[in-house]
């Protein structure tokens, strides 16, 4: 942890593409909101199909070009992969886990009759019906994924509720979590690892006190407060930021690359200009 009264914060992007503006307001905000030098970087690098290492090298050009300092070492999950895997292998040990060869046609053909009232999306996509729910870990398949069995999860940690604080406290009751975000997956096909529980296992690892990030990934705090309760690690802030959207009040995404920071750098914007047109 970073010690009391210090606030540590961290910008993690993954270098799949060129940074934009809403990456811009986001690293501002973390960096804004940390103590003096305790704004640190991740590069969230799991997926190798898609991060480039010349994306990466554009990560730390665009930052400093905006001003931006952060604390050395830098941090890459592509670096921790044993870290996760003994995590996984933790929870599989706890029983909390199992292995799941559904594809998405397979998911989609099961929810095809869906109940009223009952969500088919969540934070983390279509909604496991848990077609593969009690499969043995030992049954585990080269091209299958590994799912948090969130019942059992729940049964382990005696308690119905879940809470972070972002503000004010939320709270989230295990039917709700079970209904509306299911049995996510922890490791990904080829990945042995995913979103959730790398993110979880490196803000622990990084002293993060503050998690600072877009409104788009309030729902999936819930999934990183379950995997904290179960790896027995403490549940830092979170401070959800608005979402910088263009013109038509669509968010911007990666491939706009006309509104990437290289590009408004090209065409002469400053720094200064950035910020303002984040509304910083
Ligand atoms: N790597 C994620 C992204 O680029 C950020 C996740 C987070 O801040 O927790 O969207």
């Not at 307001?25 to 973390?30: G, M, N, P, R």
């Not at 199992?98 to 088919?120: F, M, N």
């Not at 998690?211 to 979170?238: C, K, N």
């Not at 990666?254 to 914007?269: E, N, P, Q, W, Y």
Request: glycine share 10%; charged share 30%.
């Amino acid at each position: 942890m970073a010690g009391r009264g210090v606030t540590r914060t961290r910008f993690a992007p993954s270098p799949t593409g060129l940074l934009h503006l809403g990456h811009a307001f986001s690293a501002f905000v973390a960096a804004e909101k940390s103590s003096s030098g305790q704004f640190l970087l991740r590069i969230e690098d799991i997926d190798r199909d898609r991060c480039k290492p010349e994306f990466e090298d554009a990560i730390f050009e665009d930052l400093a070009w905006l001003g931006l300092q952060w604390r050395q070492p830098v941090m890459r999950q592509s670096e921790r992969l044993e870290i996760y895997r003994d995590a996984l292998s933790y929870l599989s040990d706890l029983g909390v886990t199992y292995p799941c060869s559904c594809t998405r046609g397979d998911i989609k053909g099961a929810l095809s009759a869906p109940q009223e009232g009952v969500p088919i999306h969540g934070p983390d996509g279509l909604i496991y019906p848990g077609t593969c729910r009690g499969r043995p870990m030992r049954d585990l398949r080269d091209g299958d994924v590994i799912r948090l069995d969130t019942g059992r999860a729940f049964d382990l940690l005696r308690d119905n509720m879940l809470s972070f604080r972002d503000g004010r406290v939320h709270v989230l009751s295990r039917d709700a979590f079970l209904r509306g975000i299911g049995d996510v997956i922890l490791a990904r096909r080829g990945m042995g690892t995913s979103y959730h529980l790398s993110v979880v296992l490196d803000d622990a690892a990084q002293g993060i006190d503050l998690v600072t990030r877009g409104l788009d990934l309030f729902d999936s705090t819930w999934i990183h407060v379950l995997l904290q309760r179960l790896l027995d690690l403490e549940t830092p802030e979170y401070h959800h930021h608005r979402l910088i959207r263009d013109a038509d009040g669509k968010r911007l995404a990666k491939r706009d690359d006309a509104r990437s920071l290289r590009a408004l750098r090209d065409d002469g914007v400053s720094p200064a200009e950035i910020r303002a047109m984040v509304g910083m």
